[in-house]
């Protein structure tokens, strides 16, 4: 799919992800939302547990919530933290929405739109094994 994102729109629908994120420990919430090729809007909050190293990043829940919804592949992605501010996806987490976008997966940064090759260049994927 090709049309036009609507950026605002899943901003939007990133932060009202984040105003149900549970970090009590590091009191940093994060939202996350994206557009999937047919059309679907899929969204997470950031998970934390009393064994700090358990806690979930919100790209893991908008990961599940992709399959959960049917599957398909993310066109689009933005994230944010509490003041509603984009983020950049941590490590772990490019590598987790390289596997469900791939390459032309579209971010959004304070910087601008990005592609996932650029935010992760020479990435290890499925096509690798
Ligand atoms: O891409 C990211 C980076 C961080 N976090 C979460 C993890 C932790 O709960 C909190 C502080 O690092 O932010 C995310 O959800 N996504
Ligand atoms: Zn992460």
Redesign the pocket.
Known sequence: MTAAVDWARLREAAREAMAHAY?PY?K?P?GAAALVDDGRTVTGC?V?NASYGL?L???CGLVSALHAGGGGRLVAFT?VDGAGEL?M??GR?RQLLFEHGGPELLVQLPSGVRTMSELLPDAFGPERL
């Open positions: 970090a590091s940093f994060v950031n934390e806690g990043c919100a790209e994230c983020l996806p941590c987490c």
